[in-house]
Structures are given as structure tokens and as C-alpha cells.
């Protein structure tokens, strides 16, 4: 490596981003380090204890609890989906089965229901 090579090399670890050599030539990827907010989004994914979740997010952010505590009260709680998992034995084989409840079509005022036939 040639001394211009060294010093890229050098700028872009100091700067966080790396350097990709692809056959259109080089890319820069930039890394940005996770936020407080996506540390609690991924905790909140994996239990549903609120405790347990501060100890998550602060361990990935390195940061104290009570930090960690303070912004997961400002942040919503998450909504709930309607998806239920339900398990059917059929013919000796469970199988999981996703039951999902959809929501009626609206009638926009002002528009009136005609029924089509197509035939």
C-alpha cells in the first residue's frame, strides 16, 4: 500500500465509515451507532417485562438504567397486533396457524353502495 492508500485507510476508520472496493469503484458505507430509542424498540421485541427491558437496552447503549428508564416512559407503548397464534393437531402434525382479524370496509360519505353484477 502506497502512503495515499495508509492515510485513506486511517481517515476512514478514524471517521467510522468503511471503504468498499466494487467494480464501479470505491464506496463509502457510513455506520452510524444505534440510538437509545432503536436499543428499546429491540428490547421490547425480546421480553415484555419492563424491568428487563431497561437492563437490555442499557447493556446494548452502555449506559445507566436510569437513563434508560427516564426515555422509556417517553416513548409509546407499543400497539398491540390483532394476530393471535393459535396451534391444530391434524392428523398427528401440529401446525401453527396465524389468525388475524381484518378490519370492514368503510363507506366514504357522500358515495352510495351500488351492486355490480358480472355476468
Not at 41 to 48: I, K, M, Q, V, Y
Not at 92 to 101: K, T
Request: net charge positive; aromatic share 4%.
Amino acid at each position: 500500500m502506497s502512503t495515499t492508500q495508509n492515510d485513506k485507510a486511517a481517515d476512514a476508520k478514524a471517521s467510522g465509515s468503511k471503504t468498499w472496493n466494487t467494480k464501479y469503484g470505491p464506496r463509502r458505507v457510513r455506520q452510524d451507532p444505534p440510538t437509545l430509542e432503536e436499543a428499546i424498540f429491540a428490547a421490547r421485541g425480546l421480553t415484555d417485562d419492563v424491568e428487563a427491558q431497561v437492563e437490555i437496552a442499557a447493556g446494548l447503549m452502555e449506559v445507566a438504567p436510569d437513563e434508560v428508564r427516564a426515555a422509556l416512559k417517553k416513548t409509546p407503548a407499543p400497539r398491540r397486533g390483532s394476530a393471535t397464534l393459535a396451534f391444530t393437531n391434524r392428523s398427528g402434525a401440529e401446525r401453527a396457524v396465524v389468525v388475524e382479524r381484518k378490519t370492514p370496509r368503510r363507506v366514504l360519505p357522500g358515495r352510495t353502495v351500488t351492486s355490480r353484477s358480472f355476468s
